[in-house]
């Protein structure tokens, strides 16, 4: 779309349209029951690939969200370890008992 002169002010104006409605539904459901912040987000990110501006405020939000999965994954890890653990720990036998034959 970009390419083509004639096509890029209807796209810019087609992606802004669909932003706004995804960002405006998200408030709506700030209110109403439903994911209210990730459609607000979602509809950033989507005006965010046309528009600079819109770029600017999806930053801090990918940051976050980077962060977020980071430290998920460090949790993720460290809960499989000490289950793992808690495992081999069952597995050993106690000390002074006789070896399971």
């Known amino acids: 779309m ?6 890029h002010l209807p796209w810019r104006i087609l992606v802004g349209t669909v932003g706004t409605v995804v960002i405006l539904a998200g408030l709506l459901m700030m209110v109403a029951p439903g994911p209210g912040v990730a459609a607000v987000l979602l ?6 690939t046309e528009f600079r501006w819109a ?3 999806v930053r801090p939000a ?15 890890n460290e809960i499989f370890r ?18 399971a034959e």
Not at 82 to 99: D, I, N
């Open 2 to 7: 970009h390419t083509h002169p004639a096509l």
């Open 55 to 57: 770029r600017r405020l």
């Open 62 to 76: 990918q940051v976050w969200f980077h962060r977020a999965e980071r430290y998920g994954i460090r949790l993720r």
């Open 43 to 48: 509809g950033l990110v989507v005006i965010s």
């Open 82 to 99: 000490r289950v793992r653990e808690r495992w081999a720990a069952r597995r050993r036998p106690l000390p002074g008992t006789p070896p």
